[in-house]
């Protein structure tokens, strides 16, 4: 099993990025996929999910109306399209799987992402 998030980078507020995460080894369009950050001295925080068919979309307050997550079953990738960044999106950034349907909690995801760096400048 592996998950390949990539796309990070360093950006100034205001600006876009869309990170990807390609997923091999298991069934991917049997998983809903999940979005993940932590900020330097944070813990990992939810950032976004998406249901294993694409038809129910869940983010947290603080990107909502910014950012918006995606899924191509076919490709077995998912995205996260950032618009609007701001200094505080400063993160590392993780996409995760899991089979269940609590895609709040951190602990229900089975398969984890190495993490892409997102550096918002002011």
């Known amino acids: 099993v592996q998950l390949q998030a990539s796309g990070g980078g360093l950006v100034q507020a205001g600006t876009s990025l869309k990170l990807s995460c390609a997923a091999s080894?298991?069934?991917?369009?049997?998983?809903?996929m999940g979005w993940f950050r932590r900020a330097p001295g944070k813990e990992r925080e939810f950032v976004a999910a998406?249901?294993?068919?694409?038809?129910?979309?869940y983010y947290a307050d603080s990107v909502k109306g910014r950012f918006t997550v995606s899924r191509d079953n076919a490709k077995n990738t998912a995205w996260l399209q950032m618009n609007s960044l701001k200094p505080e999106d400063t993160a590392v950034y993780y996409c995760?799987?899991?089979?269940?349907?609590?895609?709040?909690?951190?602990?229900?995801?089975?398969?984890w992402g190495q993490g892409t760096q997102v550096t918002v400048s002011s």
């Open positions: 080894g298991f069934t991917f369009g049997t998983y809903g």
């Open positions: 995760a799987s899991q089979s269940g349907t609590n895609y709040y909690a951190l602990s229900e995801y089975d398969y």
């Open positions: 998406i249901s294993w068919g694409g038809r129910r979309k």
